[in-house]
Nanobody, 114 residues
Framework: VQLQASGGGLVQPGGSLRLSCAATGITFDRYAVGWYRQAPGKQRELIARITNRGVTNYPDSVKGRFAVSRNNAENTVYLQMNSLSPDDSAIYFC?????????WGQGTQVTVSS
């Protein structure tokens, strides 16, 4: 089983990025997928989640700016991030969970800076 997160990079404040989480080795469409982030010195936090049926939820810190979606045919979940600020700088991870079993991707760095 492998989750591969990609799409991070350096972006200016106000910019956008789209992250991808590609899964292999699991029946991906049965899994809920969450995007987490961890900034230096801070705890890892959940910032977006999409269930196997496509129901999404977000914390207030990203609501209206981030959008998670999935393409089960491609075994991929996306995170569209808009209106980025330096506070969004972190390593972003994806997680697939089903009935207590979970898998983590390796993380992709997002840096928001001018």
């Amino acid at each position: 089983v492998q989750l591969q997160a990609s799409g991070g990079g350096l972006v200016q404040p106000g910019g956008s990025l789209r992250l991808s989480c590609a899964a292999t080795g699991i029946t991906f469409d049965r899994y809920a997928v969450g995007w987490y982030r961890q900034a230096p010195g801070k705890q890892r936090e959940l910032i977006a989640r999409i269930t196997n049926r496509g129901v999404t939820n977000y914390p207030d810190s990203v609501k209206g700016r981030f959008a998670v979606s999935r393409n089960n045919a491609e075994n991929t979940v996306y995170l569209q991030m808009n209106s980025l600020s330096p506070d969004d700088s972190a390593i972003y991870f994806c997680n697939a969970e089903l009935r207590g079993y979970e898998y983590w991707g390796q993380g992709t760095q997002v840096t928001v800076s001018s």
